[in-house]
T-cell receptor, first 111, second 114 residues
């Protein structure tokens, strides 16, 4: 089967750095996405990885290791507004556009 | 303003009464998709479409139908809703480049089937 695992909840302090891990087991791999979802709202795109390595976008970075089926999202200089769920998603197969989402990691940022 | 719209935003209905949730995008995107989101299960893909008249099943298509007669619209049809279809539904759209195809999500439709 196809599976994506993420921690259910994490807590961190304002100004700190937090790393949210995602492991996946899928029938193929054609890209990994991170989305942010505030409570009661729609998901919004954060980052995309298809090759091994680190992608940096301001305070947010995402890392991918295809051989290990592993990714992480790194959030620096945490702000209260970063309190949200973070969804890891994999597009398993080239040529089709199915997406498999993890159950999401709920991050609480404390003052 | 570039956006994905869904209607209705909230719906309470009864078992067996056919309903349609509309989805429309104004970004000329080829790709559109429907998801349901349930506590503890995350987002699960119901159906997707790669262009007009081209649709395919996601992971949880049972009990749902879709159509793509126009590029901008992708309605989700529940012919005979059941209580296990009570959920939060999201429509999404994106370009189709095979790379960083960011999905833009609609605001969601909260459906309750009694």
């Amino acid at each position: 089967g196809q599976n994506i695992d993420q921690p259910t909840e994490m807590t961190a302090t304002e100004g700190a750095i937090v790393q949210i891990n995602c492991t996946y087991q899928t029938s193929g791999f054609n890209g990994l996405f991170w989305y942010q979802q505030h409570a009661g709202e729609a998901p919004t795109f954060l980052s995309y990885n298809v090759l091994d390595g680190l992608e940096e976008k301001g305070r947010f970075s995402s890392f991918l290791s295809r051989s290990k089926g592993y990714s992480y999202l790194l959030l620096k200089e945490l702000q209260m507004k970063d309190s949200a769920s973070y969804l890891c998603a994999v597009r398993p197969t080239s040529g089709t556009y199915k997406y498999i989402f993890g159950t999401g990691t709920r991050l609480k940022v404390l003052a | 303003e570039a956006q994905v719209t869904q209607n209705p935003r909230y719906l309470i209905t009864v078992t067996g009464k056919k309903l349609t949730v509309t989805c429309s995008q104004n970004m000329n995107h080829e790709y559109m998709s429907w998801y349901r989101q349930d506590p503890g299960l995350g987002l699960r893909q119901i159906y997707y479409s790669m262009n007009v008249e081209v649709t395919d099943k996601g992971d949880v298509p049972e009990g749902y139908k879709v159509s793509r007669k126009e590029k901008r619209n992708f309605p989700l049809i529940l012919e005979s809703p059941s209580p296990n279809q009570t959920s939060l539904y999201f429509c999404a759209s994106s370009i189709l480049a095979g790379g960083e195809d960011t999905q833009y999500f609609g605001p969601g439709t909260r459906l309750t089937v009694l």
